[in-house]
């Protein structure tokens, strides 16, 4: 059975606080650029984008970062490489980096991720927003922007369902089981 614990507006109100933290954090925006982690994250960047667009009347770049191939327990582990990201078209190097995915879950991504970026270039700083911290990391990595901490059992999953290709937004406790359908 699904349990949802954020709705759609609960997701805005978190994406918009995100955003406003984003910004304090930075003091502006001024070299910004958001890094989305597919699937979903890339939208939930996209959406942060809108924001500070709104709010700072500037335009963040947003890159795409594939990891699928790359995680470090996926049974070939091919080193991550710099051509996981996509859309990027100025150098990383000095930019203030925001990582955004969807779950943080053990960290296994997020250390794929910055392998990735690392390999582009030499940022100024790394920092990572997540939608949900649902706990159980197995490495030394943690969130700077959370939208919701969702304690979790390790037989759990944090399902995320956003518009663009859910056609709904949600968050949702599910059974493992339940995940793989
Ligand atoms: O902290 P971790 O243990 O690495 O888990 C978190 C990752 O797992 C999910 O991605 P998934 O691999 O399920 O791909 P998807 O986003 O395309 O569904 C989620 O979107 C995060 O990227
Ligand atoms: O619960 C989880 C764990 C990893 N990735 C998810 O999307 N959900």
Known sequence: MAKEVVDAMAMQRALTRITYEIIERNRGISNLVLIGVKTRGVFLAHRIATRLHQLEDTVVPVGELDVSEYRDDVSVNI??????????????????????????????????????????????????????????????IRADFVGKNIPTAQNEHIRVSVEEVDQRDSVEIVTADEATK
């Open 79 to 140: 080193p991550v490489s710099k051509d996981a990201i996509s859309n990027l078209t100025a150098p990383i190097t000095d930019k203030k980096v925001v990582l955004v995915d969807d779950v943080l879950y053990t960290g296994r991504t997020i250390r794929a991720a910055m392998d990735a970026i690392m390999d582009l270039g030499r940022p100024n700083s790394i920092n990572l927003a997540v939608l949900v911290d649902r706990g159980h990391r197995e490495l030394p």
